[in-house]
């Protein structure tokens, strides 16, 4: 009786000590080495891109090692923070470059206003989707500044966030409809990268252009109005 009871003890004892599922023992499981090495990759890639669009504010990188998939920009502390979750879906620097000069664009907004910015967040909170598709469409300009190719934007996007039903309960406006803005804006402003088109077979793309199909025939209509002819670019 006795000897079970210990037992019983011990292996809650061990429960409380080693918790089966929570994201501190997925956080341990990382090497400090690897995390080095992440955090690197993501402060050079950073730091490239603010010194290719010569941007006047500071902003840092950091990474934290936990499981969420997303990314964000401190409005008051001008750091961006890159979940490891939305690291490890990243395939190549060009989407983590679309990723970073996303935040990076709210970051420059978070300058912006009388007393260094401090009532800048008004405006977001008044106007959130707004500085959404702003800091998309800025985002394909930073890429493209700093060498990376813009449909990264579009693969990462149709990767990574999932479709809300509704476009009014949200602070973001609908993943499709972010897509398709930064398809359009690509079109009009660089449109050599939708010619010469290195994610043409990748499947998020092929996924993009699939689900997008309706849309951008309407946009290729409203195109060939304003007479700019029959391209066909994928
Ligand atoms: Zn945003």
Redesign the pocket.
């Known amino acids: 009786m006795m000897k079970r009871l210990l037992a019983v003890v011990f292996v809650l004892g061990m429960m409380l000590a080693y918790p089966l599922s929570s994201s501190a023992s997925d956080v341990l499981l990382i090497s400090t080495s690897e995390q080095k090495k992440v955090q690197n990759h993501i402060s050079t890639v950073g730091f490239k891109i603010l010194n290719a669009n010569e941007l006047p504010n500071r902003t840092v990188f950091i990474y934290d090692s936990s499981k969420t998939i997303n990314a964000y920009s401190a409005f008051f502390g001008r750091n961006i923070v890159l979940y490891r979750g939305m690291y490890i879906m990243l395939d190549d620097e060009d989407m983590l470059a679309a990723v970073l000069c996303?935040?990076i664009s709210?970051s420059m907004d978070s300058y912006e206003g009388p007393f260094r910015g401090t009532f800048g967040f008004l405006n977001y909170t008044y106007a959130p989707k707004k500085?959404?598709y702003k800091?998309d469409k800025r985002a394909v300009d930073f890429m493209v500044k700093a060498g990376y190719h813009p449909v990264a934007a579009i693969v990462m996007m149709n990767k990574v966030m999932g479709q809300n039903r509704y476009d009014w309960n949200s602070s973001?406006p609908l993943t499709s409809r972010r897509m398709m803005s930064v398809y359009e804006y690509i079109y009009k402003k660089y449109p050599e990268y939708l010619v010469d088109n290195k994610y043409k077979t990748n499947i998020y793309y092929q996924n993009f252009l699939l689900t997008s199909k309706e849309n951008r025939a309407k946009f290729q209509k409203k195109i060939e109005k304003n007479s700019r002819g029959n391209v066909d670019y994928l």
């Open positions: 996303h935040e709210h500085y959404e800091a973001h």
